[in-house]
């Protein structure tokens, strides 16, 4: 896997998606191409209830999707069980991939989960000066918010940095390319 466009980055209309590609569905049913894609449930940093968890996923489970986009994961010890438990539930409805966003790096446990994570979420100004603290090779990177004329420069730092995949796009965050206009995107 080696790009991701979240549900405020899908990618342009003219964005050629080959094999590596993933794309993250907002909503059950909203499916704009055949392409292989995952679907997006929100844990609102561990606050939700486990039963909405649950039932998001066996949605996206009779929606068709391929894996899991478990965003807004909590990062913290206290929220491993309950990503656990989803991430075993989601492996028994035969979603087998999935990725988990915390958007910053997570306590060492969630990496017995065998998923994929995503450490960095935020700004391009924000990730020209970031440290990269406490994350790993093959971690995932998602950052909005670069000039257009940056991209290329944006995505080569993702990989000097050891992004394994992730997201530069010139987009904002919560704003779908396809109704907005904006979005280039791919690692």
């Not at 790993?136 to 394994?164: K, Y």
Request: some cysteine.
């Amino acid at each position: 896997m080696k790009t991701l466009f979240p549900p405020y980055a899908h990618p342009s209309p003219e964005l050629t998606l080959d094999a590596e590609t993933w794309i993250i569905r907002d909503l059950p049913g909203e499916r704009r191409t055949m392409h292989q894609s995952l679907g997006r449930i929100d844990l609102d940093w561990g606050s939700r209830s486990l039963a909405d968890v649950l039932a998001d996923v066996d949605a996206w489970r009779e929606d068709g999707v391929e894996g899991l986009f478990l965003d807004r994961a909590p990062a913290g010890s206290g929220g491993v069980g309950p990503v656990a438990l989803t991430v075993r539930l989601a492996a028994r409805r035969g979603l087998h991939r999935v990725v988990l966003n915390p958007g910053v790096p997570t306590h060492p446990l969630y990496r017995d989960l065998g998923t994929r994570i995503c450490t960095f979420e935020g700004p391009w100004s924000a990730y020209q000066s970031w440290d990269g603290d406490g994350v790993r090779s093959g971690d995932g990177h998602i950052v909005h918010g670069v000039p257009p004329a940056l991209l290329t420069a944006a995505r080569r730092l993702m990989g000097r940095r050891g992004a394994g995949f992730g997201l530069a796009t010139d987009a904002s965050p919560h704003v779908n390319a396809y109704a907005g206009g904006a979005g280039s995107g791919d690692s």
